[in-house]
């Protein structure tokens, strides 16, 4: 120990070695914030006062007792991981996690299991599971493109039985890193150990997550595991004790002696993370350090380059090569780099290159640095290479730059992306068909939201468009068929908004149960004091339909379970052991609608939706229901919801979509007492318009760059 702790020592000395600036970009074991070593040797052969080293303590001492309870404290707070999940730690890296999984969540033998094989990881993981499993389904699998992009979840074979679907978040080895969480209809199962700690994650969206620690929570040697406790205690018959989640969590992590160290590391890290803003200031930094990288490779005509498509690059892994592979030109890239501080560059041994890691540790300055000896060696070495920038996406392919048209109004980040990627984007508001007509010959790609219908003869005069982005998630006001026709991309964002919107149709459910709106008005513009007419209800126990199961109308539903209601729904594009799944019983629309106390529509505007609330549906609702609609102005038949609310046969209406926008002055809404009305807010928050507008502007710096969209609404030839 006395050893170690003067080689711990050598950290902190000032002498001629540790002058040298050294700059770890190591894969993993990867580096660890300085601050958490300084503390780890100051500690090292005294723990407070207790004259020993952690390493010595008993694992069932109060001493070490205190840091393990510490970090899973430390670890719910940052993650935000719920009561209903237990936090394990194991050993034996998350390559034993690829048996451990099957093991606890197959239930038996026959269970059909999904995986999306995206990379090196993942397919080691398939490869485990079929020894358990007789039905592996590889309901992804990019082996044939070489895991260098993810492809849109039309082409996803997923099971509707599946006992979970397990993918891995981040490729270490192959740089592919997702940027949402996949939606299906089984139990979500994710390797995170590459991506844990280095952004925020909404843990309810997944069964069981497992990570190693030496990427962003400290040293090799301890597996974390957050699973929900539901799940626990249906292992498969001979599964060994300590690879039984169960086992780990009723003995609260102590079932044998565990890394006492790994853990001791960790729990330092946590108090790290803390320390600088938790996840989502990582996140940013991590972003910024990405793009930093990003940016001098698609800015060095063509010297670096990286295969995986722009969507889905990493931000911790990202691998290059040097002009066209050539291997004597990246053995000599590594050499000079790693005498000039620069160290653990070289890619995988599996796929060759350069790989450059940027975990949580490594700081901007990391990234600065590599992205200047980047730009040195390419103008020594034949090539050329711009300085180094703010974060980047796919620069264009063969370096050709395209103008991009940015109609209605999008945050700041799309534009800012598609000029990064050496394209020229121009912001135009207001422009009629006759007058986009005119211009859209002049531009490659447009970026539209509700406000603008891109017509048939938009599209059709605009000779040179290769794609059409919607910044949002509904796309009925783009001929969709035409843009086919003419070989044109059409993308939407589908869950950029999902958050946000079904927030506004819960803020908007509440407002009609407890009638908030009228008594605002009574109490702030009368100024008068009424309780006795604002006698609103309660929502538990009561029955929720939603009308469009997609998105945005799935997470309505969860937060209607969560205040005790029960959840129908009506989609037919969703199956009954789809919506089961999700907490909801599918039906009809009229049984639907006969069944509700509360109604909300998430529906598009297509010939079979159009109207559907008129005076027939509303006369087979209960009285007195409640209806809201964030969906489409369209689905609903005004006149005949109007006289409904004034009959009292629905209690009351809650509208943000009407049709035409804005609100005619002569609406019959104005006339009634018990509607509340608000101007199209579904996706008015900021966190969504930065989502779409990244979202949607990566997706086409990908598409003219040569690659594929992520989310295709259209399928071309």
């Known amino acids: 120990i006395y050893q170690i702790s003067v080689l711990l020592s050598d950290f902190c000395k000032k002498d001629k070695m540790a002058q040298k600036t050294v700059w770890n970009f190591g894969a993993g074991p ?13 500690e090292f052969l005294n723990y407070k006062g207790t004259g020993c080293s952690v390493m010595e303590l008993s694992h069932r001492g109060k001493e070490f007792l205190a840091i393990i309870e510490g970090l899973e404290a430390k670890l719910r707070k940052v993650v935000g991981i719920p009561d209903n999940y237990s936090v394990i730690f194991m050993e034996g890296g998350a390559t034993t996690q690829f048996a451990a999984v099957p093991l606890n969540l197959m239930k038996n033998a026959d269970a059909v299991v999904d995986y999306a094989v995206t990379g090196a990881w993942s397919t080691k993981a398939v490869k485990e599971a079929a020894k358990f499993s007789k039905n592996v389904n590889k309901a992804i699998d ?9 492809p849109p979840q039309s082409e996803w074979k997923t099971s509707k039985d599946a006992a979970y679907f397990y993918y891995c978040d981040n490729e270490t080895v192959h740089g592919v890193e997702w940027n949402s969480v996949p939606e299906v209809p089984s139990t979500l199962v994710c390797d995170m150990s590459s991506n844990f700690l280095s952004r925020p994650i909404d843990v309810t969206k997944y069964g069981c997550i497992v990570a190693c620690s030496q990427k962003n929570m400290g040293c090799a040697g301890l597996t974390t595991v957050i699973v929900k406790t539901d799940l626990l205690g249906t292992t498969l018959p001979g599964t060994p004790s300590m690879l039984d989640y169960k086992v780990f969590a009723d003995a609260k992590n102590i079932y044998n002696t565990p890394d006492t160290w790994a853990i001791y590391i960790a729990d330092l890290v946590l108090d790290w993370v803390i320390e600088q803003g938790g996840l989502e200031a990582i996140a940013k930094m991590n972003a910024e350090k990405a793009g ?23 931000k911790v892994n990202i691998p290059m090569r040097l002009k066209g592979n050539d291997e004597a030109l990246e053995a000599k890239f590594l050499a000079e780099a790693t005498a000039a501080g620069f160290l653990q560059l070289k890619g995988h041994r599996s796929v060759g290159g350069i790989r450059v890691s940027l975990y949580n540790a490594n700081p901007l300055g990391a990234a600065q640095a590599l992205a200047g000896f980047m730009e040195k060696f390419a103008a020594e070495n034949g090539g050329k290479a711009a ?17 991009v048209l940015v109609m209605d109004k999008c945050d700041p980040k799309a534009v800012a992306i598609l000029t990064a990627a050496g394209h020229t984007a121009e912001e135009k508001e207001g422009l009629k068909e006759d ?34 982005g919607r910044a949002g998630v509904g796309v009925d006001n783009i001929k969709i068929p035409i843009a086919t026709e003419c070989g044109i991309h059409v993308v939407n964002s589908p869950q950029g908004n999902t958050i946000s919107a079904a927030e506004h149709t819960w803020g908007l459910i509440l407002a009609m149960a407890r009638k908030v709106p009228q008594a605002y008005t009574k109490l702030k513009v009368e100024k008068v004091w009424d309780r006795k007419s604002f006698v609103g209800c309660e929502l538990s126990g009561r029955t929720l339909a939603i009308l469009g199961f997609g998105n945005v109308g799935k997470t309505v539903g969860k937060f209607a379970l969560a205040f005790g209601m029960k959840v129908i729904a009506h989609d037919p ?22 069944n509700a106390d509360v109604i909300t529509m998430h529906l598009p505007s297509i010939p079979s939706t159009q109207k559907m609330i008129n ?42 979509v009407f049709a035409p926008e804005p609100l005619a ?10 509607v509340v009305l608000t101007p199209h807010l579904g996706a008015s928050t900021k966190e969504a318009q930065v989502k779409v507008a990244i979202d949607v502007s990566e997706q086409i710096c990908d598409v003219l760059g040569g690659g594929k969209p992520r989310t295709p609404v259209n399928k071309l030839a």
């Open 30 to 42: 990867a580096k660890i914030p300085d601050a958490v070593l300084k503390k780890a040797n100051d």
């Open 665 to 674: 002055a002569d609406s019959p809404y104005y006339g009634c007492d018990n």
């Open 387 to 403: 300085a180094p920038a703010a974060a980047a996406p796919a620069a264009a392919a063969g370096g050709e730059k395209y103008k």
């Open 573 to 594: 594009f969703v199956s009954k052991e789809q919506g089961a799944k999700f907490g909801a019983t599918m039906m009809e629309l009229d049984e639907c609608l006969a």
């Open 292 to 314: 930093i990288i990003q940016n001098a490779i698609a800015n060095s005509d063509g010297f670096y380059t990286t295969p995986v498509a722009a969507a889905d690059r990493s």
């Open 615 to 656: 005076e027939k549906t509303i006369s087979t609702m209960r009285k007195g229901v409640m209806l809201a609609n964030v969906g489409r102005g369209e689905c609903v038949n005004d006149e005949d919801l109007a006289a409904a609310l004034k009959s009292g046969r629905v209690a009351a209406a809650a509208l943000d």
């Open 435 to 468: 007058e986009l007509v005119k211009i859209i010959p002049e531009y490659a790609a447009m970026i539209v939201r509700s406000a603008t219908t891109v017509t048939e003869p938009i599209i059709r005069a605009g000779k040179n468009l290769k794609i059409i």
């Open 142 to 150: 990019t082996t044939d493109s070489k895991h260098t992009s993810l």
